[in-house]
């Protein structure tokens, strides 16, 4: 296919047209349309596409043959090798060994790997649009019923929190909603009674209650942290840093999305959060207009590396971080500048250390890896882990691990892909890392644990959205046992018809049925009854009998009003209500004259002066005033 351009020689003809010259004053167009060839434009751009995407598809083969062989060296296993897959771009429309000719034209495609031909449950390891979290299962929901406590959600549980005392539990996921659950107000249907989305389109990344339970921190995919009140009304909002300064000490606030946060044990208005622009920071509630403190993670060589967990000790004097390059970095909380503790190669580099948690006598250090490890760390010594256990499939960058109450053992959670088993709970001891129990949750991954020493309940949040709580029904207390005893409320349909109604158009009067009404029709008409309404009696007209006081009452005040105050007699001109009265007066005096009949039979008026009797001598202020 061929498009004249401004200097193409081509289809030109040979000389101008006359009548044109004639009718536009001038002989010609100017210089001749140039072609282009749209075919080999594309062929060249197929060519060119299909190089990128062998390798591009090589690399990707190379990278996975390379961790098997990582893996197989961990697990002590000597041969991991599998058949290579046939890579996605490369597919034939005949038959599926179309791997082998690459460089046939008719069976490569243009552009991003397609998915294979069928369903999308026939293949596991390919996703079509843009890269989602490994193990997201956020469309599916567990219907089955279990013994305990089962708290719905609409995602991916990715942050819990209960406050100090047990009675209220807060969650968040990746569709944006922070919920409120009161374990005293609910009932066996377990319903939130609050759900709001306090970052707006960031997913919820951690969420903790201060140590008095006053306060909620908000650790979202945005930069600013958020404090709300128990209730979710907003507090605080950390301040945004200058994203154009290099020095990101010599910026307010966090300038990339955050990863986590946490409340310090002892002081209640101090806060901790880490980010992707390199630094961890401490926040006081009462300034949100900038940053407490500042710690920037180092790699071996200097550079700046990305905290994705932190946390501080249990008596808030030490703060350690877990980054991107597998290093363990812990600070004194008043030394920002060299590390106290250091560990280069916690966890392998490149993996995002999920979580840090302090044990409860302050010595020991838990650390949850991206590479499918469970390490504790004594931070007298901190060069070696003191104990470790492989082989934990972590896919959530949130994946949590945390102590019991008697600091004897310690939980974490595993993922799983979709239709690969069940996500599991699982109890190491402390000492030994012997692992002790067990325990299926759900067909989808474990992403948050919580034990709750005051309760002696564990909260697990999955990968399919449900908020798990586990309590023994004698060692527990309080908590989920409050709700579960409550039977859930029936609600009141006002729409439902009260029995099944069979409609007979044309039967006989004789066995026609009634029509029926709805519920809510019956109730209208209900109401307009003032028996089944229970209407309230009027009051009662005159003084009043049986008991009941009359309309206005029986006291003199209620009588002014009514036959006074209440009067509607016109009494616009005074002078003519008074003088209707006068001549009855006259005749029949009653008030005044009887008073004066012997003194002063006879009336006595003064004379009215006119103005012109009156002396001019008098003086002005004597005169009468008109």
């Known amino acids: 296919m061929e498009q004249p351009g401004p200097e193409s020689d081509a289809d030109q003809p040979e000389g101008p047209d006359p009548e044109l010259s004639a009718t536009m004053g001038f002989s010609g167009f100017g210089k001749k349309a140039r072609t282009f060839d749209f075919n080999a434009m594309f062929e060249q751009t197929r060519r060119t596409a299909v190089e990128r995407s062998r390798k591009i598809l090589e690399e990707r083969e190379k990278a996975a043959a390379e961790k098997e062989k990582e893996l197989g060296n961990q697990l002590g296993v000597d041969n991991l090798s599998a058949a290579t897959p046939c890579p996605v771009g490369r597919t034939s429309s005949r038959d599926s060994a179309s791997c082998e000719s690459e460089d046939s034209s008719d069976d490569e495609l243009i552009g991003p790997p397609l998915p294979p031909q069928g ?3 026939d293949s596991d390891d390919e996703l079509i649009g843009p890269p989602l979290p490994p193990g997201y299962e956020g469309s599916d929901k567990d219907e089955d019923e279990d013994d305990n406590d089962n708290i719905q959600e609409e995602d991916e549980v990715s942050a819990l929190g209960l406050d100090p005392s047990g009675a209220r539990l807060i969650t968040g996921g990746y569709d944006y909603d922070v919920r409120f659950w009161d374990f005293a107000g609910m009932d066996a249907s377990l319903q939130a009674f609050r759900s709001l989305q306090p970052c707006e389109c960031h997913q919820i990344k951690s969420l903790q209650y201060s140590s008095t339970g006053d306060v909620i921190l908000v650790v979202a995919g945005n930069a600013q942290a958020k404090v709300l009140d128990r209730d979710g009304f907003p507090v605080m909002e950390c301040v945004k840093g200058d994203q154009y300064i290099v020095d990101m000490a010599n910026t307010k606030g966090h300038t990339a999305m955050l990863n986590s946060g946490c409340w310090h044990p002892k002081i209640k208005e101090e806060f901790l959060t880490c980010s992707n622009d390199g630094t961890v920071r401490t926040w ?46 812990i600070w004194d909380r008043n030394m920002n500048v060299h590390t106290k503790f250091h560990c280069r190669q916690a966890h392998a580099p490149g993996s995002d250390t999920s979580c840090l948690t302090f044990s409860y006598d302050g010595t020991i250090l838990a650390s949850r890896g991206g590479d499918d490890t469970l390490k504790t760390w004594d931070i007298r010594q901190f060069k070696t882990p003191v104990n470790s256990v492989l082989g934990l499939p972590s896919f959530f960058p949130m994946t949590d691990c945390c102590f019991s109450p008697d600091d004897k053992l310690l939980v974490t959670g595993t993922s799983v892909k979709k239709g690969h088993g069940n996500g599991k709970l699982l109890f190491f001891e402390r000492e030994t890392f012997k692992k002790v129990y067990e325990l299926d949750v759900t067909d989808a991954s474990v992403v948050r644990c919580l034990w709750h020493p005051k309760l002696n309940q564990i909260m697990v949040g ?22 579960v005893v409550k039977t859930k409320r029936k609600e009141r349909q006002a729409e439902t018809l009260t029995q ?37 009696e009027p009051p009662v007209a005159g003084p009043g009998r049986g008991g009941r006081v009359g309309t206005h009452g029986g006291t003199l005040s209620s009588y002014i009003v009514k036959n006074i105050a209440l009067d509607k007699t016109d009494d616009s001109n005074p002078r003519e209500a008074i003088l209707r009265h006068a001549k009855e007066a006259e005749e029949n005096p009653y008030w005044v004259a009887p008073a004066y009949s012997k003194t002063q039979p006879k009336a006595v008026f003064a004379e009215v002066e006119s103005d012109e009797d009156e002396p001019d001598d008098k003086p002005e202020w004597k005169k009468r005033k008109i």
């Open 119 to 121: 369903s999308v449950e």
């Open 500 to 536: 099944d109604y069979i409609i007979t158009p044309h039967a006989l009067p004789m066995f026609r049925e009634p029509r029926q009404r709805s519920t809510r029709k019956q109730l209208e008409k209900d109401r307009l009854d003032p028996m089944k309404s229970h209407k309230p």
């Open 284 to 329: 006081d509630v009462t300034n949100d207009k900038k940053h407490k403190g500042v710690f920037k993670p180092r790699s071996a060589q200097g550079k700046r590396v990305i905290p994705t967990s932190c946390t501080y000790s249990r008596d808030g004097k030490l703060i350690a971080a877990g980054c991107q390059d597998g290093s363990i970095q």
């Open 462 to 483: 999955t990968g399919n959205g449900l908020a798990k709580v586990y309590y023994d029904p004698f060692k527990s207390q309080r908590g989920a046992k409050l709700c």
